[in-house]
């Protein structure tokens, strides 16, 4: 990445933090075998555990298993609250609290659970002010393909990627998917990779903390707390931390770097992009060879892939999925055959829900202008990830799915009212009130955008 995408605009209140992470990204980059000592008197700084405080409360979440919330701090007097966990972090007192465990229900599948790790506000603010400094130094290692939880890459850079390799013949695709990869990283590994760049003990001793930390679950039908990993605990990194993302990015860096070491890249003609736990690997035509080299090699840094979810597939004959999108042969407006994408169709389905949910008759209290804005936010926030491939039949399904959900829920709203002496208008006045509210949808239509044609939904206003 070049140093003019690095500095992140949210830091810029901060100019202190802020120059301190491009010095060290830049001296990361000179050095690559340069390991770095002194951080630990970096971490209870005011700019960083200011920063750090004002990042987490702008990402807000829900409190710890001490039931603190951002509320009761500010009522305490953040300013208080950040200067004694200043001198608790100098004066070595600071140990982390265990992390609250709760189950969050996947998306159409019944029944089947994403377990999240939820941290005190106090260990997340700790946590960001420990990544801010070691972000900059592991984000010079990184490859150029991986793309999740990166400042300056996100996934849509992945999917662009994706479709230029695509385009550019690489076909035959692994479509990769790893077996609790949060849950399984093992500890002494991940801690050497630390390691390889960093020397401050310290700072060891904060990321070993929040790996061994006690996990406590609310059992709610037997009415009893649960208390899980500790000490004992070899493997995995919470799914919720603030460090999670940086450290699974860190270890994955493993497989990427090994990949390209022992010539697998050019052996098989591949690419591999990833985000964070999801990767595909786009070959020309040497798919089943990647696919065996790949499973030796995870297996050799202790992880697996998912045999139910690992698969091969030619694109010109199958589609496949990655990071929301479906990847596949589509038809241009002549008939002629292309590589494209295309929202997938859980997600689409998704979206859909979402719309029918808020334009539902338990919605019929509300005026037309908050439910037009409810549904116009879901709407930007579906058009702004998914406005790559998005064909104009696609718009239109989803506009007139849109328009007609309204339509309805308007009807619904605006019933024929009795106080109208003639027939005619009421008709008259109900099917104005109806146009009124769908003139109050956002549709997608595309507009040029420095040199891109993105919908007009996801503009800024």
């Not at 004992?232 to 931390?241: A, H, I, L, M, N």
């Not at 993302?245 to 591949?270: I, Q, T």
């Not at 055959?337 to 539902?360: D, F, I, W």
């Not at 116009?376 to 328009?403: D, I, P």
């Amino acid at each position: 990445m070049e140093k003019a995408d690095w500095p992140v605009k949210g830091l810029m209140r901060w100019p202190g933090v802020q120059a301190l992470r491009e010095k060290l990204n830049a001296k990361a980059k000179a050095e690559p075998a340069y390991r770095f000592y002194t951080l630990y008197d970096k971490v209870y700084r005011w700019d960083f555990l200011e920063a750090a405080y004002v990042r987490c409360r702008a990402n807000g979440g829900a409190p710890g298993v001490d039931g603190e919330t951002f509320t009761d701090i500010e009522t305490y007097g953040v300013k208080r609250y950040l200067a004694e966990l200043a001198e608790e972090l100098k004066a070595k007192r600071y140990v982390p609290k265990p992390v609250r465990r709760v189950l969050i229900p996947k998306a159409r599948q019944p029944g089947k659970f994403r377990p999240l790790g939820i941290p005190t506000i106090r260990d997340r603010i700790v946590q960001t002010a420990v990544k801010m400094l070691l972000e900059p130094i592991f984000e010079a290692d990184l490859s150029p393909y991986a793309f999740g939880y990166r400042p300056g890459r996100s996934a849509q850079n992945a999917v662009a990627v994706v479709a230029a390799s695509l385009r550019a013949g690489f076909t035959e695709v692994v479509d990769a998917d790893l077996s609790k990869y949060f849950d399984t990283i093992p500890h002494e590994p991940l801690m050497r990779c630390v390691g390889r760049r960093i020397a401050d003990r310290k700072i060891i001793w904060l990321v070993r903390a929040w790996l061994k930390a006690p996990v406590q679950e609310r059992d709610e039908e037997r009415g009893k707390t649960r208390i899980s990993g500790g000490a004992r605990t070899k493997q995995g990194t919470p799914q919720g931390g603030v460090i999670s993302p940086l450290l699974a990015n860190l270890y994955m860096r493993r497989f990427l770097k090994a990949w390209e070491d022992f010539g697998l890249r050019r052996e098989h003609c591949s690419r591999i992009v990833n985000y964070a736990d999801d990767f595909v690997i786009l070959t020309k035509g040497r798919a089943r060879g990647a696919l065996s080299a790949s499973r030796r090699l995870l297996e050799r840094i202790g992880l697996t892939l998912n045999p139910e979810k690992t698969r091969l597939c030619q694109a010109w004959q199958e589609s496949f999925n990655f990071l929301g999108y479906t990847f596949g042969k589509r038809y241009a407006y002549g008939g002629q055959a292309y590589l494209g994408m295309r929202p997938s169709e859980k997600n689409m389905a998704a979206y859909r829900e979402q719309v029918r949910e808020l334009t539902s008759r338990r919605q019929l209290w509300k005026p037309a202008e908050v439910v037009a804005k409810e549904v116009n936010a879901v709407t930007r926030g579906f058009w702004t990830y998914f406005c790559q491939g998005a064909r104009a039949e696609l718009r239109h399904a989803l506009n007139g799915f849109l328009l007609r959900r309204m339509a309805i829920w308007a009807k619904h709203k605006y019933t024929r009212s009795r106080s109208q002496t003639h027939r005619a208008s009421r008709r008259r006045a109900r099917h104005d009130k109806v146009r009124e509210a769908m003139s109050l949808i956002d549709l997608a239509r595309y507009t040029s955008r420095k040199g891109q044609l993105v919908p007009a939904a996801c503009l800024e206003t």
